[in-house]
């Protein structure tokens, strides 16, 4: 006798609505079917896996009990948002995940209204949760603001600065901790989960707040005591007195896992007449996937893979990344110098630091979302006479921008930062490129400011930070790998603030900053080609400039080209700016700035992002013939 086949529910499901039309008990069965239909998409796509797995019966009860998108659900960093994406209207393009015109791998505000705020960075939730809700309490109008923030987002200040102003929105507010490391929760049982439903509950709450107010009223010895029983209780049962002395009501640990938990939690707090509410709740990253469940990072970020085996498609091989170069490079650097550190703020694996701290752990740092403090605690460590390098991604260190200005560059401390990321960074889009770091640090007083066009040079310019006592320095470098040049067998010391010249010519020069050297020297070789003697300078540092050789180039070639992989306001202005300053201008020169363009670009292949910027070789030739006004008439005129 066969049994009955299971009707799919996933297919009934294209948004929150249809969720709602769902009972309770048929919930299982349709997280099942988001959880492998997140996995199938991934395995075609890439992308963020473990933290999706974590949250999936989260986001289907969320949906279930709460009035979205009506109700505000904020996610931070947004990395766990596929399956939330998977039932908000957007199944059918799931596979099209951070490729070129297809979804974005966070949350974005133009793709959906169910993405209210948009989010790839840390630590943003509840400020922008906390925002939704006093604009509905202001305007009179219903909807809450729902947070779901990480244990680890929590280890940034703004977390907390958003809850220290939370209490004015009231029940309007629900913050949702998504604890996947069980780093401060108590084991979770059938106990727990119990007293979390009673302490959510319209009644305890109600009971909590009367008691509260009521001990206002009583004599100040009776009134504390009633606060410390109260607290010691809540303390023994779950671990809310932090929160709560934040002016939230704290309900938890509950298994994120189990519905059967969940839903009722969620519709006591929907329901309450008190707030803010904390809900802790805890889940297993890379949940239902054993390749995941197994991996150490439980499949945080993956290539494609087979779903089968979860064996994700290796590249080929080739040049060592930027990351490892300068984990090694400043391994060897650290040999030399007991004095040298490093710091990172929770990305060591992408910085390259972990190789540090398999070296020396004891002179390795790991801060946590943090940046800010990476910064100024890099500050203190050069102020004792230590040598920090500070390795933080571009986009990241724009958090820390007022520590870069006030306690490194104004109080000209010998920090040196790392600067990882630098440029378009491709499935990650705008939210994570390094756009702006030159821009940004090559504007301040005392800053010295490298690029480097390739790993050998990135291996001599952490040497010259390494030895750079007299101010901030900064290296920057992409993601990915490598050029496939040699690694020097010993580093160079490099003058500061000197080029170099990498091809020589007389009639066009382009001068280079960091890794788009190879496309300068493919346009060279096709300019060369219709008659256009080409020189080529690797300028190294945006800061300072080499004057010396740029007023060579200049004067010598009838046009010029900057090329840089930053915005306005870097190495092009800074270059224009000293022409403008000592009169070259004034001598007719031909230059042109090339730089990325004025816009925030999606995510793509970066090849394409940097067609499309107009940083690559063919931007650059068709840049210099239309300086000269050249067609391919006038081959003989140019030759001459």
């Not at 990344?321 to 984990?327: I, K, S």
């Not at 219709?530 to 009838?558: M, N």
Request: some cysteine.
């Amino acid at each position: 006798m066969s049994s009955n086949p299971v009707t799919p529910l996933l297919d009934q499901v294209q948004f929150p609505a249809d969720l709602r039309k769902l009972t309770p008990d048929q919930l299982p069965q349709l997280a099942d079917e988001l959880r492998q239909e997140m996995i199938s998409a991934v395995g075609v796509t890439g992308g963020h896996l473990g933290s999706g797995l974590g949250v999936v019966e989260l986001t289907v009860a969320i949906h279930y009990v709460f009035d979205t998108p009506a109700d505000r659900l904020v996610w931070d960093v947004g990395h766990q948002c596929y399956p939330h994406k998977i039932i908000t209207g957007r199944r059918d393009r799931i596979r099209t995940l951070r490729t070129g015109g297809g979804l974005s791998g966070f949350t974005k505000r133009t793709e959906s209204e169910y993405d209210p705020f948009g989010a790839a960075h840390s630590s943003t939730s509840i400020s922008a949760a906390l925002g939704f809700a006093i604009a509905n309490k202001l305007e009179g109008t219903p909807g809450k603001g729902i947070a779901v923030i990480g244990d680890g987002s929590m280890s940034a200040g703004m977390a907390y600065e958003a809850m220290n102003n939370a209490e004015q929105a009231g029940n309007r507010l629900v913050v949702i901790l998504n604890d996947n490391d069980m780093s401060i929760a108590p084991p979770v049982g059938g106990l727990s989960a119990y007293l979390s439903r009673i302490v959510s509950s319209r009644e305890f709450l109600g009971l909590r707040d009367l008691a509260k107010k009521m001990a206002r009223r009583l004599p100040k010895p009776i009134a504390e005591g009633l606060k410390k029983t109260d607290e010691f209780a809540r303390g023994m049962a779950m671990g809310g007195t932090l929160f709560e002395e934040l002016g939230f009501y704290y309900v938890g640990p509950i298994d994120g896992h189990n519905l059967e938990q969940l839903i009722p939690v969620l519709e006591n707090v929907r329901d309450a007449e008190q707030g803010p509410i904390l809900i802790h709740v805890v889940t297993k990253k890379g949940k239902g996937y054993a390749p995941a469940e197994a991996a150490a990072d439980k499949y945080h970020g993956v290539q494609k893979f087979d779903v089968i085996s979860g064996v994700q498609a290796k590249a080929p091989p080739g040049p060592p990344a930027y990351q490892n170069v300068f984990g090694d490079a400043l391994i060897e650097e650290a040999k030399r110098d007991p004095k040298i550190v490093a710091i990172t703020a929770a990305m060591p694996s992408g910085t390259g630091v972990d190789r540090f701290a398999k070296a020396f752990p004891d002179r390795s740092f790991d801060v946590g979302i943090a940046e800010q403090h990476a910064v100024t605690f890099a500050a203190g460590l050069a102020a004792q006479g230590m040598r920090p390098f500070c390795a933080i991604y571009s986009t990241f260190l724009q958090r820390a921008y007022d520590q870069v200005v006030h306690d490194v560059a104004i109080q000209n401390l010998p920090v040196r930062f790392a600067i990882d990321r630098a440029g378009l960074v491709g499935a990650d889009g705008c939210t994570h490129a390094g756009s702006f770091d030159v821009t940004y640090l090559a504007t301040l007083p005392n800053f010295v400011v490298m690029a480097a066009a390739d790993e050998a040079e990135l291996v001599h310019m952490v040497h010259t930070a390494a030895l750079y006592d007299d101010g901030p320095i900064a290296v920057r470098y992409p993601r990915g790998n490598g050029t496939g040049v040699a690694l020097p067998a010993v580093a160079e010391r490099l003058e500061i603030g000197k080029g170099r010249i990498v091809r020589h010519g007389h009639k066009v020069a382009i001068l280079s900053l960091g890794t788009r050297l190879a496309e300068a020297l493919k346009a060279a070789d096709a300019l060369e080609a219709k008659g256009l003697s080409t020189t080529v300078a690797d300028l190294r540092f945006a800061k300072p400039l080499d004057e010396a050789l740029i007023r060579k180039l200049l004067t010598t070639h009838e046009v010029a080209v900057t090329i840089e992989e930053g915005a306005v306001g870097g190495l092009g202005a800074h270059v224009l700016t000293f022409a403008s300053d000592t009169g070259l201008i004034d001598a007719g020169l031909k230059l042109r700035t090339l730089r990325l363009p004025d816009i925030f670009q999606d995510h793509d292949k970066p090849e394409k992002q940097y067609a499309e910027a107009g940083l690559d070789a063919d931007a650059i030739i068709d840049s210099v013939l239309k300086a000269l006004r050249w067609n391919e008439g006038a081959v003989g005129e140019a030759r001459a």
